[in-house]
């Protein structure tokens, strides 16, 4: 059975950073595409980033760019989103993904964590 357990939300001020961490089983890490999205109250569900099963490739949101840097571990099944000049706008639950290919659409992951609370506060 597959698994991704988040960990690292929590509540921060405006300007702080944190770092997510997702750890991955039942499924081989090294050959899997990993994602972060977010979720909003009343917004959809958006992309933040994501890496190939390689780590070579990475893709962020415009918006985050710069902010936010993704990354894996394949020696400990773990993918990180490092946040840094967090603002209020990015208060939402973050949910990390397991696909086979890397991607920005939702669609392309079929494993999914519960999701990590990150509170920013002005």
């Known amino acids: 059975q597959v698994q991704l357990v988040e960990s690292g939300g929590g509540l921060v001020q405006a300007g702080g950073s944190l770092r997510l961490s997702c750890v991955v089983s039942g499924r081989t890490f090294d050959k899997t595409a990993m994602a972060w999205f977010r979720q909003a109250p009343g917004k959809e569900r958006e992309f933040v980033a994501a890496i190939s099963w390689s780590g070579s490739n990475t893709f962020h949101a415009e918006s985050m760019k710069g902010r936010f840097t993704i990354s894996r571990d394949n020696a400990k099944n773990t993918v990180y989103l490092q946040m840094s000049s967090l603002n209020v706008e990015d208060t939402a639950v973050y949910y990390c993904?397991?696909?086979?290919?890397?991607?920005?659409?939702?669609?392309?992951?079929?494993?999914w964590g519960q999701g990590t609370q990150v509170t920013v506060s002005s």
């Open positions: 993904a397991a696909g086979d290919l890397v991607s920005r659409s939702r669609g392309s992951y079929n494993n």
